[in-house]
């Protein structure tokens, strides 16, 4: 299922909450204030907090969000210059209406709240990064079962809590494979903590469970009350060198290691939309940040188009591709808000996409979709052509998607106020043909050196973000990109009959008018990297649209104005974020792997130290670099993902290594 079910609260006559197996029936702020405040002192967490540059909390169990509120003003209070990052996890999420009318009736207000609830993500199992403005708190909510959800995680928390769950009712949340999945999640020296624990058989097996896992386990009196809680601390962990063949070693995350006290620095190459998203997410870590392109000025490349479309896209077995682009729209809805509260100038539209099924046995597939996973209707509804035809203001001729939340942006515009915001370091007119690592020195870095007598330039990080150049240097050029030329057509208002309100799309896009144009696209043309326009892709474009609208009224395609771009592909057509492999070592480490042998163990895979890609988008860039710049920041910051484990390992760069490795050998 790709959705979960929501809580059902029933709202008393005071206007709170009865009870559900999150929340106590005598629930109220004050008392939700005051279990949170005995969670964290049964946890130290005041002491130990003030002694680390940033703190990682997890939870199972969000139910109101009270202890994310509650716990982020405290640390606001205490560490406004030190980053929180909160992860919690919850089989079964209020709906945003009733929680939003609990915040009202507790006269819950904050900017904390406000922006909790404007961010609050629909019940769509999984993963949902939120950010918080002027405030350095980041929150991870993880919508699903316990026991699913955190076997995909990749994490090292300084303190979990669990909440008052054990009991008979719910004890399969401390089962022992959960307890060995908390105390693989637990950093050496962290805690967790359980409030209200009682001297049942339930609870005697809670704590049965977390000691086999690993844990020491106490019991205490809270010191905010009479009530007992259940401690644990995590003091050992062993350190895995060796892998069996199912745990893909070959894919290990690899974080960046700092080798001196000075500000970390990173040079991106590449000034598209990649790069500057990129750039903001590790600038907002700290990092000292350039980017470099051959091109006179930001997004000249595939980012320089009038507009990019965001929407996902879904299928019936919810493949990796289905799975990325849903929780990339999730995000990059959040992240383009927030760009637009900040810069109110920022073209975003979200004016809703109708997509059109292109035959009818698409349009099966299509209401399947929507039947078997429960779909919000905020989220996706199906249509049909009488309806479509409506909500587009066209003469749709298929039954169709519609897709509410979906719209448009100026890819430049966005690079723009990235850079404005951030502060971003441009460096034009400079095209770097070679990396060097310098490993010499104390200091070791990269050398990225330039055409022509330019000096080099010196980073401890390099960040290949230049599309299908990305191969272009000798650490990376068994990365197999390919370019795909798209052209996009730019009809004239006047000279269109129909006059759509949304976005149309199916084998083609069309816009709705922006700045007295329609944008028509766009060809999809293999290993063509030119970017002359061509009177036939302006006809294919106008005949993918009439299988949309039917018949239009044909103008001469040679008098159209129109853009054509080169994009990044990979084979699987999914993106390529993370460490760049040194080819030659990963033969030797794994050649045996790529023949299957499992009975033997291996090593992680060996990497250039803080080399690293983002790239091959293909035209679902909107959709999938915010989220990906983000994890792969997170990835050499050493932070919590915002990738769970299956979707990082279908992006690392890596797995075509293993690839065209078990293609040469079986």
Avoid at 490 to 496: E, H
Avoid at 588 to 611: C, I, M, P, V
Wanted: net charge negative; glycine share 4%; aromatic share 8%.
């Amino acid at each position: 299922m790709l959705t979960v079910k929501a809580a059902e609260l029933q709202f008393n006559s005071d206007g709170l909450p009865s009870s559900t197996p999150s929340i106590s029936p005598h629930f109220s702020l004050q008392q939700a204030e005051a279990d949170c405040h005995q969670l964290l002192a049964g946890n130290q967490i005041s002491q130990r907090w003030q002694q680390a540059d940033s703190f990682h909390i997890a939870e199972i169990g969000f139910a109101t969000g009270i202890n994310f509120l509650t716990i982020a003003k405290l640390w606001q209070q205490e560490n406004n210059n030190k980053q929180l990052i909160f992860s919690s996890i919850e089989a079964r999420p209020i709906a945003i209406d009733q929680l939003r009318q609990l915040y009202q009736d507790l006269d819950l207000s904050s900017p904390l709240a406000e922006q909790l609830l404007a961010q609050y993500p629909d019940r769509l199992k999984g993963q949902q990064r939120i950010h918080f403005d002027d405030a350095n708190i980041q929150l991870d909510l993880y919508w699903g079962d316990a026991e699913e959800i955190i076997s995909e995680l990749e994490f090292n928390a300084d303190t979990w809590f669990l909440g008052a769950y054990a009991n008979a009712e719910t004890l399969p949340v401390y089962s022992p494979k959960l307890s060995h999945e908390l105390f693989r999640l637990t950093r050496i020296g962290g805690r967790l903590v359980s409030a209200n624990q009682t001297d049942n058989s339930a609870s005697q097996q809670t704590q049965t469970n977390l000691q086999q896992a690993g844990f020491e386990i106490e019991r205490q009196t809270s010191p905010c009350s009479r009530k007992q809680l259940l401690t644990g601390v995590k003091h050992t962990q062993d350190v895995n060198q060796n892998f069996k063949l199912k745990e893909k070693s070959w894919l290990q995350n690899q974080p960046y290691h700092k080798h001196s006290d000075q500000p970390k620095t990173a040079l991106i190459i590449g000034a598209g939309l990649s790069g500057f998203c990129t750039a903001a997410a590790l600038i907002k870590r700290g990092w000292q940040v350039r980017i470099v392109d051959r091109n006179q000025a930001p997004a000249m490349a595939g980012s320089g188009n009038q507009n990019a479309i965001l929407m996902p896209r879904l299928s019936v077995d919810h493949d990796a591709q289905s799975q990325l682009t849903l929780l990339g729209f999730q995000y990059s809805l959040r992240f383009l808000d927030q760009l637009k509260a900040q810069f109110p100038e920022l073209k975003w539209d979200a004016c809703g996409v109708i997509q059109v099924a292109r035959d009818a046995k698409q349009w099966q597939r299509m209401q399947r979709l929507c039947e078997q996973e429960a779909i919000p209707e905020s989220l996706l509804a199906t249509v049909s052509k009488e309806q479509a035809s409506s909500y587009s203001n066209c003469a749709i001729t298929e039954s169709a998607w519609w897709i509410p939340q979906a719209g448009w942006t100026i890819p430049a515009q966005v690079c723009a106020l990235l850079q404005q915001q951030y502060a971003i370091d441009f460096i034009p007119n400079t095209e770097i043909v070679s990396l060097e690592y310098n490993a010499d020195s104390d200091a070791k870095h990269w050398l990225a050196k330039p055409s022509g007598n330019q000096a080099a330039l010196s980073a401890d990080v390099v960040i290949l973000a230049n599309a299908n150049h990305a191969n272009h240097f000798v650490q990376s050029e068994w990365c197999p990109l390919s370019p795909k030329r798209g052209q996009i057509s730019l009809i004239p208002s006047q000279d269109f009959s129909q006059q759509p309100r949304c976005i149309l799309c199916s084998d083609v896009y069309l816009t709705p008018e922006i700045d007295n144009r329609y944008v028509l696209g766009a060809s999809f043309i293999s290993n063509d990297t030119a970017t002359d326009i061509r009177d036939s892709e302006h006809a294919d474009n106008f005949i993918k649209l009439e299988r949309m609208l039917g018949p239009l009224s044909r103008q001469d395609k040679s008098n159209l104005d129109g853009r054509a771009a080169i994009r990044a592909v990979s084979p699987d057509r999914l993106p390529m974020v993370g460490p760049v492999a040194n080819q030659a070592r990963f033969r030797q480490l794994f050649e045996r792997a790529a023949l299957g042998d499992n009975h033997r163990s291996y090593a992680a895979a060996q990497y250039y130290d803080g080399l690293y890609l983002n790239t091959a988008f293909g035209s679902r860039g909107l959709a999938w670099i915010p989220l990906c710049s983000e994890a792969l920041a997170s990835e050499i910051n050493a932070e919590p993902n915002p990738l769970n484990r299956s979707l990082r390992l279908a992006v690392h760069p890596s797995r075509f290594l293993m690839r065209a490795l078990q293609q040469e050998l079986n």
